[in-house]
C-alpha cells in the first residue's frame, strides 16, 4: 500500500499532497508505519499484538480494517484501496 | 549567480487583512544573501503598513491611484527616480498592470525595467474568458456563463446545479444554493464591478495554490504549491503550508505553456474528492504570500528582479515541503511627525539596519 506520509516520532502526520496535519495515538502510528512499509492485515495485527497487551486477532482486525477506513474517508489512502491479508 | 545589487521599486504595501504582496516580495528580497540592493516601496495610502517597516525598505512613496491614470503615475515615477535611481520596477496589485503593460520605452526612460504579461496574456487570463482555457486548450476550468441582464440568472438552473457561484470579473465570489440568492448576488456584483458577472459551476473540494514564474515563452522557471492552513473571513490565507502534488505542478506548467505567461502568477485550484484539479483563477502577479516560496527554496521575487534586469534565470531549484508561515498581527506604535511626514510630503526615508 502506497502511503505518502510524513509520520514523526511524536505522532505528528503531515501529507505532504493535500498539507493536512493530523495527531496519531501511538497505536495509529504504529499502523501508519506498518502500511507505509506495505504490511497487510495480518502483519499489522501482528504489529500491534506485539507492542500492546490486546485481544483476540479477530477484534484487532475488525479493528484495523476500520482505522483504514478512517483513513481512506481523510483521503490519505486511495478509497479502493484494500489490506491483503 | 551574482549578487543582485540594484534598486528595486516595490508596490501593494498593504500589508492589512486582505494583503497585497508588497511587504513579503520585499521581505523575500531583504532576507536572501544574494540581494544586495535597495528596496523602495510605492503606496497608494499614509497608512499603508509597509510605511512602518524600516527593516525592509530604504524609503517609500505615495504613488497615485490607478484611476488617475497612466500619466500621473509616471509623473510620480520621475520624480521618485531623480531620487532613488531604481533599475527594477516589481508591481504587485492586479489594477496597475494596465498602466504598465506595454510601456517598455517609457519606463526604460525612467530607467525601469519589469518582468510582466502582454496585454494579451493579461486579458487572456480574465475570469469572464477562462472558459477558453478550456475550449481551445483542454484546461480543467469549471462550466461559467458570462451575464449582463439579470433574466439570464432564472435560466441558470438548466446549465448546472445549485450550488453555483456568482462572481465578479475582478474579486470576490459568492456562492449561492437557489435563485433568489443568484439573483442577490448578481446585482450585488454588478453594482460593486460592473458587467459581465459571471456564474460557475460550483466544484466541491478544497482550494489549493500555485505562486508559479514563467519565462514568456512557455516556459517555468519556478513554481511551489501551498494549501491555506487558516483562512481569514475573506478566504485570505492566513497560515499555509508547501505541498507536492505532481498533478497541481503539470497543470501550473500547461498553463504557463499555453498562455507563454511572462512574470509571476498565482493559480487557485480546487481539488475535487476524487482528486481532478478544477482552475478557478490565475492572478497574474505574486500572492501576499510569496515570501513562503522563499522559505521552501524558491526566491521568485528575486528571480523576477533579475528577469526584469535582463539576467537569464532558467530555472529554480526543487522546493521543500512541509515549509509553513503564519501571518502575525502586531501594532507598530508611530509618532505624529512620523504620519506628518507621509501626508505633507508624501514620502519617508532611512532603514533601520540594527
Avoid at chain 2, 128 to 135: A, K, N, T, V
Amino acid at each position: 500500500m502506497e502511503l505518502d506520509l510524513a509520520i514523526s516520532p511524536s505522532g505528528f502526520v503531515f501529507d505532504p499532497r493535500t498539507g493536512a496535519t493530523f495527531s496519531a495515538n501511538p497505536a495509529a502510528r504504529l499502523l501508519l508505519e506498518g502500511m507505509q512499509e506495505g504490511e497487510g492485515l495480518a502483519a499489522l495485527v501482528a504489529r500491534l499484538q506485539a507492542h500492546f497487551e490486546v485481544g483476540e486477532a479477530d477484534d484487532l482486525e475488525r479493528d484495523v480494517l476500520e482505522f483504514l477506513r478512517v483513513l481512506q474517508d481523510e483521503t490519505l489512502v486511495p478509497a479502493e484501496r484494500e489490506l491483503e491479508g | 549567480m551574482a549578487r543582485f545589487t540594484e534598486t528595486v521599486l516595490v508596490t501593494g504595501l498593504n500589508a492589512t487583512d486582505n494583503p497585497g504582496p508588497g511587504v513579503a516580495v520585499a521581505q523575500s528580497l531583504r532576507d536572501d544573501p544574494d540581494f544586495g540592493g535597495r528596496i523602495i516601496g510605492l503606496a497608494y495610502d499614509m497608512l499603508d503598513p509597509g510605511h512602518f517597516l524600516p527593516d525592509l525598505f530604504d524609503a517609500s512613496y505615495l504613488i497615485p491611484y490607478p484611476s488617475g491614470g497612466r500619466e500621473a503615475l509616471f509623473d510620480r515615477l520621475a520624480y521618485i527616480q531623480e531620487r532613488e535611481h531604481a533599475g527594477v520596477l516589481l508591481p504587485n496589485l492586479d489594477s496597475e498592470l494596465p498602466a504598465l503593460m506595454g510601456q517598455e520605452a517609457a519606463l526604460g526612460a525612467l530607467g525601469l525595467r519589469t518582468f510582466l504579461p502582454s496585454r494579451a496574456q493579461f486579458d487572456q487570463r480574465n475570469k469572464d474568458r477562462l472558459g477558453e482555457l478550456r475550449d481551445k486548450f483542454g484546461i480543467p476550468v469549471p462550466r461559467s456563463v458570462n451575464l449582463v441582464e439579470v433574466e439570464g440568472v432564472y435560466a441558470l438552473h438548466k446549465l448546472f446545479p445549485f450550488p453555483m457561484v456568482i462572481k465578479s470579473p475582478f474579486y470576490g465570489a459568492t456562492i449561492v444554493h437557489n435563485t433568489d440568492e443568484a439573483v442577490h448576488a448578481f446585482w450585488s456584483a454588478a453594482a460593486q464591478w460592473g458587467y459581465p458577472v459571471i456564474a460557475q459551476a460550483y466544484v466541491e473540494g478544497e482550494e489549493v495554490n500555485v505562486t508559479a514564474l514563467g519565462d514568456g515563452r512557455g516556459g517555468m522557471v519556478g513554481a511551489v504549491a501551498m494549501k491555506k492552513m487558516l483562512l481569514t473571513d475573506k478566504g485570505k490565507g492566513w497560515a499555509g503550508v508547501t505541498i507536492r502534488d505532481r498533478g497541481l505542478l503539470s497543470l501550473s506548467e500547461e498553463l504557463l505553456r499555453v498562455l507563454s505567461w511572462r512574470g509571476p502568477c498565482e493559480i487557485e485550484v480546487r481539488r475535487d474528492r476524487q482528486g481532478a484539479f478544477h482552475l478557478l483563477e490565475i492572478n497574474p502577479r505574486m500572492p501576499a504570500w510569496v515570501d513562503l516560496c522563499f522559505g521552501a527554496g524558491q526566491n521568485i521575487p528575486l528571480a523576477t528582479a533579475r528577469l526584469a534586469a535582463g539576467e537569464a534565470v532558467t530555472s529554480l531549484p526543487d522546493y521543500r515541503v512541509g515549509a509553513a508561515f503564519v501571518r502575525v498581527s502586531t501594532n507598530t506604535l508611530l509618532t505624529i511627525e512620523e504620519l506628518e511626514t507621509l501626508s505633507s510630503a508624501g514620502e519617508r526615508h532611512g532603514r533601520r539596519t540594527s
